[in-house]
C-alpha cells in the first residue's frame, strides 16, 4: 500500500510559477510510474505529465506541454511538478498517483495509488 501527499499548491498571478510536491511512503517507490493529473470544477480530471521510474523519460498533456516539468528524487520517495507560465485555465486540484507497471502511462485507470490532490489556484 503506496500513501501519497501532494503539497506545494496556492494562490499565483497569471506568468507565475509554483512548484508542487508528493511525498510516498509504504511501497518501493522506485518501482512505481508517477503521475500528475488535474481536475477542474466541472471537468473531467486531466492528464498534466508522468515520468518513468528512473525519470528517464518523461511525458506532457498538450495543455502543459513547454510550461511544466516532471521530476523525482528516488532517495527522498519524492516527484515534483515545476509549473511556469502559469494560466488562469491551470487552476485546477492537482493529484499525483502512482502506478506499479513499468511502461509510462497517461490514463488514469491505470494508477493504482491516489494522494488527495492540492489546490491550484491563478488569478488573471
Known amino acids: 500500500q503506496v500513501q501519497l501527499v501532494e503539497s506545494g499548491g496556492g494562490l499565483v498571478q497569471a506568468g507565475g510559477s509554483l512548484r508542487l510536491s508528493c511525498a510516498a511512503s509504504g511501497g518501493t517507490f522506485s518501482r512505481y510510474v508517477m503521475g500528475w493529473f488535474r481536475q477542474a470544477p466541472g471537468k473531467e480530471r486531466e492528464f498534466v505529465a508522468v515520468?518513468?521510474?528512473?525519470?528517464?523519460?518523461?511525458y506532457y498533456g498538450d495543455s502543459v506541454k513547454g510550461r511544466f516539468t516532471v521530476s523525482r528524487d528516488n532517495a527522498k520517495n519524492m516527484v515534483y511538478l515545476q509549473m511556469n507560465s502559469l494560466k488562469p485555465e491551470d487552476t485546477a486540484v492537482y493529484y499525483c498517483a502512482a502506478a506499479q507497471r513499468m511502461a509510462i502511462t497517461r490514463y488514469d485507470y491505470d494508477y493504482d495509488y491516489w494522494g488527495q490532490g492540492t489546490q491550484v489556484t491563478v488569478s488573471s
Open positions: 515520468i518513468s521510474w528512473t525519470g528517464g523519460r518523461t
